[in-house]
């Protein structure tokens, strides 16, 4: 079993276009740009999300609710200690793959390169 630091230097060498359907960026998947969304949600605030949602379109009476939801609310700390092993040459270089998915979806990228007391770029 590979470790992070493994997985993401895989990630590094390999071309984005043979990436599993799990790790490719967003912007791949989708044409976001290509059609009007009236919201966008996330993972992260899923929950709220499916609230605001269910009282915009009234759905709100109808109970509905998720076999899943993000319960520990702990991505962050999650991810920032994954990437605490890694070199800041592979936060940039996993930043250079990701960045069009920390802009579409206002992903803070400076946690992460604060790890190593550098530049933010």
Request: with cysteine; proline share 5%; hydrophobic share 40%.
């Amino acid at each position: 079993r590979p470790t992070f630091s493994e997985f993401v230097d895989y990630l590094l060498r390999v071309p984005v276009q043979q990436f599993n359907d799990h790790w490719v960026p967003f912007w791949l998947h989708c044409h976001v740009c290509e059609m009007e969304y009236d919201i966008i949600g996330k993972m992260e605030t899923i929950t709220s999300d499916m609230e605001f949602i269910s009282e915009r379109s009234g759905l709100a009476a109808t109970n509905m609710s998720l076999p899943w939801t993000n319960r520990r609310n702990s991505g962050d700390k999650v991810s920032l200690d994954y990437f605490k092993d890694l070199s800041v040459d592979q936060v940039m270089g996993l930043y250079r793959i990701y960045k069009l998915d920390f802009e579409m979806f206002g992903y803070r990228v400076e946690p992460y390169f604060e790890l190593f007391s550098e530049t933010v770029p």
